[in-house]
């Protein structure tokens, strides 16, 4: 998790960073340096986020453009990884994602 306040001269407190990420990998070695590995991720925010917009000289408008959750992604990935040495890899996966705007 990351979060970020920020204030410039003349300006209020706004949001810099705000970032919710899990990561979760399963690897298994099917024969020799061949491995076959599955693996899930989801990232978000955990803030409401907002557009600042300036009126003549000293009004400032803050309209909120995200909630707690949304946007938020859940992405499943598995493939087959091959590993000639420890310096070396090459994933082969499959990527379907899931984002939860789209639920």
Known sequence: MQYGLLKNKGEG???SNDIIFLD??????LLGKW??????????????GYNFTKY????????KISAIMPP???IESFGIKYKPKLYFNQVLPSKPSCSIKDL
Request: net charge positive; hydrophobic share 40%; aromatic share 14%.
């Open 13 to 15: 407190m706004r949001k």
């Open 24 to 29: 979760s990998k399963y690897g298994h070695q």
């Open 35 to 48: 491995n076959a590995f599955a693996a899930v991720n989801f990232t978000s925010q955990f803030d409401n």
């Open 56 to 63: 003549g000289s000293n009004a400032v408008i803050r309209t």
């Open 72 to 74: 938020a992604y859940i």
